[in-house]
């Protein structure tokens, strides 16, 4: 565990964190999620049914989103509530350059939080906010964590 | 094409017993990106207070994307898989999942509503062991977008 209840102050803003997501990341998910919806992993696809090119999961965001908190917590186990909004996509761009040192695919998904509420039980309620290449992508979005 | 109202309140399941594993939570771990090693390291999770290595809180949708599956693929709700974009999720969870946990999902169709060209689908699944204990309901809300 890395916070405890009794430091937890209302209003606290838990330290921004930045994760980057590239295709392989997207094709890792697909698998372990069982979501192999091809506007996912596949460009053309994703084109022809009007989307600016393949996309994150919303669940591969709100696992960012859901991490962010685990991390903060130190126990996945310490979130009961999580709720998101998707607001936004992600477009997930492709390498356009050789991976020799650049890093010119893929995007950035930024997730802050607040402490909106301490409740009873050891238990705060956290306003996460996610946003990625300018936009909010995770919206309305809050988790409900025990904390020791 | 509008989505069959007809289909709120209907529930589908509970489907084939789910068994959640070690190795599924630890691929799932990876693949997210988060790093606890209580969703690895047995005895850490053990010291932590749990019986096994357990989920991240979001894998409880792998359990509840296979109860909808069978729902979204009915001809008669009408909804095209390739437009649907995912509107709002949200877990309640009663306890992590753990490896070991053997457990079934049921899924309702609580409202079906349409917004101009798009259709919103909001579902509910409720992921219980076998032995009748809740683990986690998932809430859903899918957007077909219009065509």
Redesign the interface.
């Known amino acids: 565990m890395t916070v405890k209840y009794a430091d937890v102050a209302l209003g606290a803003e838990i330290p921004v964190k930045r994760?980057r997501v590239t295709r392989v990341?997207l094709v890792?998910?697909a698998?372990?999620?069982?979501?192999f919806?091809?506007?996912h992993w596949n460009e053309r696809?994703a084109r022809s049914?009007?989307l600016p090119g393949v996309i994150a999961?919303?669940?591969?965001t709100?696992?960012?989103a859901?991490?962010f908190v685990?991390?903060w917590a130190?126990?996945?186990?310490a979130?009961?509530?999580?709720?998101?909004?998707?607001s936004g996509?992600v477009p997930v761009p492709d390498d356009t350059d050789p991976p020799l040192g650049g890093t010119t695919g893929g995007a950035t998904i930024e997730v802050s939080g607040t402490v909106a509420e301490k409740l009873g039980d050891n238990k705060v309620a956290v306003d996460i906010v996610a946003r990625s290449g300018g936009t909010k992508v995770l919206t309305r979005s809050h988790a409900v964590v025990r904390l020791p | 094409m509008a989505l069959n109202e007809e289909f709120v309140g209907r529930v589908f399941g509970p489907g084939e017993p789910y068994e959640v594993s070690r190795v599924k939570i630890a691929e799932f771990a990876d693949a997210i990106g988060e790093p606890s090693e209580l969703c690895r390291d047995k005895a850490a999770a053990q010291r932590a207070g749990y019986p096994d290595v357990i989920a991240p809180p979001t894998l409880a949708i792998v359990i509840a994307m296979a109860s909808t599956a069978s729902m979204h693929s009915e001809p008669g709700l009408g909804l095209d898989y390739s437009m649907v974009v995912h509107g709002e999720e949200s877990f309640s969870h009663s306890r992590p999942l753990h490896a070991g946990d053997v457990v079934v999902a049921t899924t309702t169709v609580e409202s079906i509503r349409a917004l101009g060209a798009m259709s919103m689908l909001v579902t509910s699944t409720d992921i219980s062991t076998t032995d009748g204990e809740h683990v986690c309901t998932a809430k859903s809300t899918l957007v077909e977008r219009g065509k």
């Not at chain 1, 999961?57 to 591969?60: F, N």
């Not at chain 1, 130190?74 to 186990?77: I, V």
């Open positions: 994760y990341d890792k998910y698998g372990a999620s069982g979501d919806n091809p506007i696809f049914v009007g999961h919303g669940m591969y709100m696992a960012q859901g991490r685990t991390e130190g126990d996945p186990g979130v009961l509530e999580f709720g998101v909004r998707f996509m």
